[in-house]
C-alpha cells in the first residue's frame, strides 16, 4: 500500500535586502522568507535569494544573523538595533497571521503558546520544562543553537540577532492573543528566557 505524500502549504512571508559581506558595497540580493506548513502541523522558516532557488536556501538564525549584518553595514549601533527591532516585529506579525487563518492544524487549544513551542521546534531549541507561576509561564532555552550557525555561517552580529528573535517572539504571541505579555531574556544573556502572563490559561 502506498503511503500518500503529504502536501506542505508554502507562505511567502517577506523580503529583506542583503548587504556585501564586504561592508563597503552597496546591498547586493534581496532574500525571501518563507512558512510551510503540512497537515500535520509540522513547520519550517528558510530564507531563499529571491529567485535564486533551494541551493541559496538558510535557516532561521541565519537570516537574523544576515540581517544583522545589512543593518550594520550602513547604520550606527543604536539604529541597527531599531532597525533589527522592526524587523523581527514584522516578521512575528507575517508568522501570526499565518498561523491564524491559513494554518489552523498547527495550533492547539491555547494557540498563543502552541505556537512560541513551535517556533523552538523549528530552531532546534529545546526548552527546560516549562515553569508554571500563578499566571505566568516560563520557558528557559539553555543551550540555544544561535551560536553554532554564526560559527557556521561566519556571520558574527549575535546580539543583534538575539535581538530580533526576541522582536519575533514577542509580535508573534501579541498578535495571536492580544491579552498575552511576554518578556523576553536580555540580549546579553548566554540563554533564552521568555516569560508569558495572561489573566488566564483555562
Known sequence: MTTPTVEAHVT?????????????YAEMEQRDVFLSC??????R?????????????????EIFLEYGLYCCSWSGTEEAFYHMQDF????????????????????????A??????????????????E?????????????????AARRSGLQNIELARHG???????LLQNIDPNLSLSASSDARSEFIFTILAPSFA
Open 38 to 43: 503540512d497537515e500535520h502541523g509540522s513547520f
Open 12 to 24: 511567502h512571508l517577506l523580503r529583506y535586502a542583503i548587504a556585501s559581506a564586504d561592508m563597503y
Open 88 to 111: 523581527g516585529e514584522r516578521l512575528g506579525k507575517s508568522l501570526a497571521k499565518q498561523l491564524k487563518d491559513n494554518i489552523p492544524a498547527c495550533m492547539s487549544e491555547n494557540a
Open 45 to 61: 522558516f528558510w530564507g531563499e535569494i529571491t529567485n535564486g532557488g533551494p541551493f541559496t536556501t538558510i535557516d532561521l538564525f
Open 165 to 171: 528573535i526576541n522582536a519575533m517572539c514577542q509580535s
Open 132 to 148: 508554571h507561576i500563578g499566571a505566568q509561564i516560563r520557558f528557559t532555552i539553555a543551550d540555544f543553537p544561535l551560536e553554532k
Open 113 to 130: 503558546i502552541a505556537a512560541l513551542k513551535h517556533i523552538f521546534e523549528t530552531m532546534d531549541a529545546h526548552p527546560c520544562p516549562e
